[in-house]
């Protein structure tokens, strides 16, 4: 968005107070090995203000800017740097040792008899996989829910938001059960 274009196509001259506002709708992608999994999202959004006077740029700085935060999604902490280091820590490492342990038994009885160290490899390998999975459902996340969004564009999420809520559903059902289990 821009008022440079209507002016210079009837005065052809750019104009001294111009702005121009481009808006990245795009996604960030399902699986993306070529950027650091803990980088915030990268969107290329950029508003661009020059003028001769101070508080035209002002104005239309904090139009913009108020249009931005009054609209803005409550999901936007999805995107954030470092957020993926931080669930790690929290949930794709107990998850995984979890997991490793509800399967303990299954791999003893198959591998530990055949040879210690298939277990051992077993319990390794099961342990990387399922922080995989956890990387993969991160980006699943980030996916679904994207950053910038128009409000009548969000036809194709709602399946995709169904799914992960099923996801993450089933997992917290399943904490809560084993914790009750405890008791």
Request: glycine letters at 6%; a neutral charge.
């Amino acid at each position: 968005m821009t008022n440079g274009t209507a002016y210079q196509t009837f005065s052809h001259s750019r104009p001294i107070n111009i702005f121009e506002l481009t808006l990245d709708f795009s996604k960030s992608p399902l699986i993306d090995f070529s950027a650091p999994v803990s980088a915030p999202t990268a969107n290329n959004s950029q508003l661009s203000v020059e003028g001769d006077r101070e508080a035209w740029v002002a104005a239309i700085t904090d139009a913009v800017l108020g249009v931005a935060n009054a609209r803005k999604t409550h999901r936007a902490w999805i995107h954030r740097g470092q957020l993926y280091d931080l669930g790690v820590l929290i949930l794709g490492v107990p998850f995984a040792l979890y997991l490793c342990w509800k399967l303990s038994t299954s791999i003893e009885n198959h591998l530990g008899t055949v040879n210690k160290f298939l277990a051992d490899a077993a319990y390794i390998y099961l342990f990387f996989l399922t922080l995989n999975l956890y990387r993969a459902l991160f980006g699943y996340t980030r996916w679904t829910f994207p950053l910038v969004e128009l409000s009548d564009n969000r036809d194709t999420n709602a399946g995709h938001r169904a799914f992960w809520g099923t996801i993450i559903l089933a997992l917290l059902v399943n904490v809560i059960w084993e914790v009750l289990k405890l008791f």
